[in-house]
């Protein structure tokens, strides 16, 4: 578990299943999501996906999230 948060707030897990369409829309969405993490919290570069959750898996096209 990260240190960034106590352990009595949880996990937060990304999973993204499915390939094809379902897979791409879902990136699309979690493109979208970080975009907007960046404009929220002003940085000069999009974040990683990793730096906000704490698991992150999925099948198909959705085992590819950078």
Not at 12 to 18: A, D, P, T, Y
Not at 21 to 41: C, F, H, P, W, Y
Request: charged content about 25%; hydrophobic content about 40%.
């Amino acid at each position: 578990m990260s240190d960034r948060r106590e352990a009595a707030q949880g996990m937060n897990i990304l999973i993204i299943e499915g390939g094809g369409a379902r897979g791409l829309s879902s990136l699309i969405i979690l493109d979208e999501i970080m975009k907007r993490v960046q404009n929220t919290k002003s940085l000069s570069k999009l974040p990683a996906v990793r730096d906000h959750f704490d698991v992150v898996a999925g099948t198909g096209t959705g085992a590819y999230v950078p």
